[in-house]
């Protein structure tokens, strides 16, 4: 009898956590894509150049122009595929660690044009990734 | 002594495994010299493990940047005590380091327990000796020794992430790791339970100290990482539900979870199987904690490394261990049946119950985010992230609720309370509590969660002061003693439910702190030198900061200079009402060698709200000295870490050896048994 | 050359003490006990640990006079019952011997207390109100 209430207890307390983590889910998910990917999808589906997502790459060394304002433009290649290219804008402060050769990760949408409007741009910590061997020799 | 430390971490893996096969044998043989030889493993890789740290300590001091991971986390100009501190920077010398804490406590629990609780010993240390051996295996085969060489020697290293020369960042990995591998020693005697079918409550008797240790450390070591990530990430935040945070967050919520659950082991002989799955579980996931930090698997701001081999050496060992221990509880079930039913819905026990049922969800839940993108990739081919909207609908009302039991749990009696007990015991609290909420409700907060944040604190809190005020008082009345010895002597007769209550105290402060986010504010302007910006606190304090300079340190370049950075210091005064409060120097770095800059934020500590200040950007070039600062206001900020410190005192006072003549059963530090066996 | 002859004397070194055990033949000390015995003492300090945080919910009344006599016998039983399974000869406890102490302590401040006129509820001495029905006491009865 006592352990009935208490299954029911167990059985309520799941049902509300699932619940709550499947509308958090729902309401937060975002697409994690590599440039590639993302390039492919939209090309199948272009309604999906409306869905936020979360894209990783590498910017293009020598691409990163500041804007008057806080204001960045640069370019994201593929990691591995570098022909994959597009531009990005971004028109916040940029981390400490970005540079132009700085992985990255953005999360936002392309806008008209095809020009990828970054809302948040973080950098993947390069100097926590150990240097490989050959990056000493220089 | 670097090349002594190399060796002494080679000759450190086959004293593992021979101490590993000894101490199972001698525990099953009952032969006493294979289990002293087994012990003796133990304190052998501490000295070992010892040597080979500080041979990586010496190669960073004495500049040996022929070593790649000296090379890739140092260079000639950093501070000693970062050098010193590269031990743990990277992920070859945390291994190392991690691998040194575990084998230093296998030594503490073989030495504390040298003549006592010998029944459960051969089969600790074999236990602790064979997730040593794991971890030496790791290090010496999984392309992660620290003392590989790159087979030439570079001029200069390549120097330490700008973000870990912070002091935070020094002692927030040690005192995680400490709380990790603290942990094995009672996961330790929970495997020896299970082998030797010792059921009862010994062993957790027995190992509660060790549970309580390793609950302060890792308590500390998720505040530490906190204050680091405030002081310097520089966006005025503390928590990211980053993949690494949450790895930490993991075992410290079924670490909690299991503080509550052996307490009705103990007082009510229940939930056996539920112990033994709460303490496996924890132990699993301090090791899938080091995994998931050490692989890179899943995105995260700060993985170390796409190391793919050791992914996979973790994820079979944590198969292997879940495995071995599922076997072994199920083949024990008929000794792990509970002794007793609960015997009312209303009792400590059902809250203590309802308590692990929320924190084990919302370590489900904190689990099934981290690990969201790898789900979705394996069965759709396609990485989907959650974020913290995910993280705060799952965790904000169940960690509501939790904060709510943090109250109602002292208040009512083991086994059953009365109706009429509680409304009299609830009156008060429940009064204060509706009290806070309506004057927030009438100073025109809205914030749901903030709202219900403060006022349920106000509940809890009044509920704890009324509880040391009873137990004094009816103390002194039973004694004769004076209010303030009464006190003293409540506290020392049963320091770990008193202890407890100050955690309690701790905790409350720390949500509130947390709460205050809710009323964070923020302004960002560019100013030129003479400029100043107002901000208005969500407490109606009228702050105005003025950029008074730039200064600039750019030390000559040449072979004697030791200089690590070059800085840019703006000058801050902060006034309140026209009273200068404050003058801060916020500053933009830049890291020659590492091609970096960084940013140290000015804060400016009330003890209500922090005044937070970055600078985002310093025009360099048209030389007027134009920064763009981000000012934020955020209230309670302080709370969070003077809660952390209430939070660590109250752990101190739990787990700290109770003092001769006050009862040694109070604090529950020794197993009669032990004296049993030594008079035999 | 230093460092070959320091690994082979280090290697050497912690050899030696590893295996000195096997060598000499000295051992660990085993586990002298009885389990019978060592179980029954955990179960009695368990029970009374249960007992002093029963007598301690009801010196702060957090527990009615009747839940308290009920859980009290039931706890008292399970006590007694503990120390029969061990056997007689076992070693006093110094640790239960405490904790037995303190209980003894409380439980004579309760009976020494003074029983409510009105409701009969027991209070604790040197109560001049009933912690129930807030009567004075002493006045009636």
């Known amino acids: 009898m006592k352990n009935r209430r208490f299954l029911v207890g167990l059985a309520g ?22 440039p590639a990917e993302l390039v492919a999808r939209i090309e199948a589906e272009p309604a999906f150049r409306d869905v936020g997502v979360k894209v990783s790459g590498r910017v293009v060394e020598g691409s990163w122009q500041r804007l008057p304002g806080p204001e960045h ?28 050769r700085a992985e990255v990760v953005l999360e936002g949408k392309f806008g008209p044009g095809e020009v990828f409007e970054a809302r948040t741009v973080l950098t993947k910590c390069g100097s926590r990734y150990e240097a490989a061997k050959e990056d000493f020799a220089t | ?12 893996l086959p004293i593992a495994l021979w101490g590993t096969v000894l101490s199972f044998a001698g525990g099953r043989t009952g032969r006493t010299d ?19 740290s500080a041979g990586i300590v010496a190669a960073f001091l004495g500049e040996r940047y022929e070593f790649w991971y000296v090379a890739s986390y140092s260079n000639r100009e950093l501070d000693t005590y970062f050098k010193v501190a590269g031990l743990w920077a990277g992920q070859r010398g945390s291994l190392v380091f991690w691998t040194l804490l575990l084998s230093g406590f296998a030594s503490i629990a073989v030495f504390r327990n040298r003549r006592r609780n010998r029944e459960f010993m051969p089969y600790v240390s074999g236990t602790l000796l064979a997730i040593l051996s794991f971890l030496l295996v790791v290090l010496l085969f999984a392309e992660v020794n620290p003392f590989e060489r790159l087979g030439f020697t570079p001029a200069n290293g390549r120097g330490l992430n700008p973000q870990l020369q912070n002091y935070w960042m020094t002692i927030h990995p040690p005192t995680l790791y400490l709380g990790f591998t603290a942990f094995a020693v009672p996961f330790a005697f929970a495997v020896s339970a299970l082998l030797t079918g010792r059921l009862d409550s010994r062993w957790i008797a027995v190992t509660r100290r060790w549970i309580l240790l390793s609950w302060f450390f890792l308590t500390n070591g998720i505040i530490f990482g906190m204050r680091w990530a405030y002081e310097e990430l520089g966006w005025g935040g503390y928590w990211f539900w980053d993949p690494v945070e949450n790895a930490s967050l993991l075992p410290w919520l079924t670490a909690t979870a299991f503080v509550h659950s052996i307490q009705i082991q103990e007082n009510r002989g229940m939930l056996k199987v539920w112990n033994m799955c709460l303490v496996v579980a924890t132990f699993l996931l301090t090791i899938f904690a080091t995994f998931l930090t050490r692989s890179g698997l899943i995105e995260s701001v700060h993985s170390f490394a796409e190391n793919l081999k050791i992914a996979y050496i973790f994820l079979g060992f944590l198969g292997a261990v879940a495995g071995i221990c599922a076997v072994l509880i199920i083949y024990r079930l008929p000794l792990l049946k509970g002794e007793s039913a609960i015997q009312s819905f209303v009792s400590r026990e059902s809250a203590f119950l309802f308590n692990n049922l929320l924190f084990v969800g919302i370590a489900f839940a904190v689990v099934w985010g981290t690990l969201y993108p790898l789900i979705t990739e394996g069965f759709f081919g396609q990485k989907i992230n959650v974020g913290p909207p995910y993280y705060n609908r799952v965790n904000v009302p169940a960690g509501l609720i939790l904060l709510a039991l943090m109250g109602v749990g002292p208040v009512i009696a083991w086994r059953r309370a009365s109706k009429r007990n509680l409304r009299k015991n609830f009156a008060l609290p429940v009064a204060a509590g509706i009290a806070v909420a309506g004057a927030l409700l009438a100073l025109g907060v809205r914030h749901w969660a903030a709202l219900s944040t403060f006022a349920i604190s106000a ?4 509920v704890i002061v009324a509880e040391f005020w009873k137990g004094t008082r009816a103390r002194a009345r039973i004694s004769g003693e004076g209010r303030w010895k009464s006190l003293l002597n409540l ?7 008193w202890g407890g209550y100050v955690v309690h105290a701790g905790v409350v402060l720390v949500f509130t702190g947390l709460a205050g986010a809710a009323f964070d504010v923020a302004v960002t302007q560019e100013l030129a030198p003479g400029e100043s910006v107002a901000v208005r606190s969500a407490f109606g304090h009228e702050y105005s900061l003025t950029y008074e300079s730039l200064s600039h340190s750019r030390p000559r370049a040449s072979a004697a200079n030791r200089e690590n950075d070059w800085r840019w210091t703006a000058l801050v005064t902060v006034r309140r009402g026209g009273e200068r409060l404050a003058v801060m120097r916020p500053e933009r770095r830049f890291y020659p060698v590492m091609d970096q800059s960084s940013t140290e ?3 400016h500590s009330t003890a209500f709200e922090d005044v937070y200040v970055i600078p985002r950007d310093v025009d360099l070039e048209s030389g007027a000295e134009r920064v763009v600062f981000e000012v934020k206001v955020l209230p309670l900020v302080p709370w969070i870490w003077y809660g952390g410190m209430i939070v660590a005192a109250g752990a101190l006072v739990s787990l700290w050896p109770a003092g001769v003549g006050s009862g040694r059963t109070a604090a529950g530090g020794r197993v009669p048994g032990a004296a049993a066996g030594q008079a035999a | 050359m230093m460092a070959v002859a320091g690994g082979i004397a280090l290697a050497a070194g912690v050899l030696l003490f ?6 000499s033949g000295r051992g660990a000390p085993a586990y002298g006990g009885d389990d019978r015995h060592d179980e029954a003492a955990a179960r009695r300090r368990v029970a009374l640990a249960a007992l002093r945080d029963l007598e301690y919910d009801r010196a702060t009344g957090k527990l009615d006079a009747e839940d308290y006599a009920a859980l009290e016998s039931d706890l008292s039983r399970e006590a007694l019952d503990a120390l029969g399974a061990a056997a007689a000869d076992m070693p006093e406890d110094p640790a239960a011997a405490a904790l037995e102490r303190e209980i003894a302590a409380v439980r004579q401040a309760l009976r020494e207390g003074l029983q409510c006129g009105s409701c009969r509820h027991v209070n604790a001495s040197g109560a001049r109100f009933c912690s129930r029905c807030g009567d004075p006491l002493g006045a009636a009865s």
């Open chain 2, 459 to 462: 509940f809890v809190l009044t």
């Open chain 2, 34 to 52: 294979l289990v002293l030889s087994g012990e003796r493993a133990a304190y052998a890789l501490t000295f070992l493990l010892a040597l080979a």
């Open chain 2, 1 to 12: 002594m670097t090349t002594l430390g190399e060796v002494a971490l080679w000759i450190a």
């Open chain 1, 13 to 34: 307390v799941a049902a509300v956590v699932s619940y709550l983590m499947w509308t958090g889910v729902r309401d937060s998910m975002v697409y994690y894509m590599t």
């Open chain 2, 601 to 603: 934020v000015g804060i």
């Open chain 1, 73 to 100: 433009e640069f370019r994201v290649a593929d990691l591995a595929d570098p022909g994959v290219v597009f531009s990005v804008r971004f028109d916040d402060v940029v981390p400490d660690t970005f540079n132009d």
């Open chain 3, 18 to 23: 590893v295996l000195e055990p096997l060598l």
């Open chain 2, 491 to 497: 506290v020392g007769r049963n320091r770990r439910r």
